[in-house]
């Protein structure tokens, strides 16, 4: 179990307030100032709630009080539940400013898992300052709800397939959408997600304007 200086550390390294780690983790921002504060043990379920919500942004810790970045790790988001956990991962990553790609993207299979919650998402990535989010639709497709913070563009359709690719930050989303399933994959590696954007910016090259 993670100590409180842990805790402290590991949000220095993600550069979160006790406000970011209560919204990713579940426990209030006044009980994570007291287990830091070494006020409170805190409940085991509060300190399991913390550690997960920590080691999903891609950290693990270690003996002696130690806290790092994984050099490379696979999450894995299953279901309805999991799908808008990936998606607030998403927000969480880049809700400073970075830049998003995202190819085979057919709008309307995000909107089904999304469901209710479509908006709100919508809503939280446009307010994002210093954001670019750019996505490959096929050709012929018009749905583009996103265009007021996204940049959409046409590809052939032989050039489309049905695997999403979602970029964000050293993250590369494989998502998987069934008729009564969907999961999402994250790969946490720069070098591979470096190895992903390369062959997107190359396709975007040659995508057509909408």
């Known amino acids: 179990m993670i100590t409180r200086h842990q805790i402290a550390a590991a949000r220095a390294l993600l550069e979160w307030t006790q406000d ?38 891609g950290l693990e810790f270690s003996e002696n009080e130690g806290v790092s970045r994984r050099s490379g790790n696979v999450s894995i988001f299953k279901g309805r539940t999991g799908f808008l956990d990936f998606l607030i991962d998403v927000y969480e ?14 709008e309307a299979d995000f909107l089904k898992w999304e469901g209710d919650e479509a908006q ?64 999402v994959f994250v790969v946490s590696h720069p070098t591979i997600s470096a190895y992903f954007r390369s062959r997107f910016l190359e396709t975007w090259k040659t995508a057509k304007d909408i």
């Open 20 to 57: 970011d780690l209560a919204g990713a983790s579940g426990v209030s921002k006044d009980m994570i100032s007291k287990i830091e504060g070494g006020k409170s043990a805190g409940s085991l379920k509060s300190i399991q709630n913390i550690q997960g919500a920590l080691e999903k942004s």
């Open 93 to 106: 990553t880049v809700k400073n400013g970075g830049e998003i790609l995202v190819s085979n993207v057919n």
């Open 120 to 183: 709100a998402h919508m809503d939280r990535m446009a307010s994002i300052q210093n954001l670019r989010f750019r996505i490959l639709i096929e050709e012929g497709d018009d749905n583009v709800v996103a265009s007021n913070y996204a940049k959409y563009k046409q590809v052939p359709i032989e050039q489309f397939n049905d695997i999403p690719l979602y970029m964000y930050g050293d993250k590369t989303g494989i998502i998987v959408f069934e008729d009564d399933n969907v999961e």
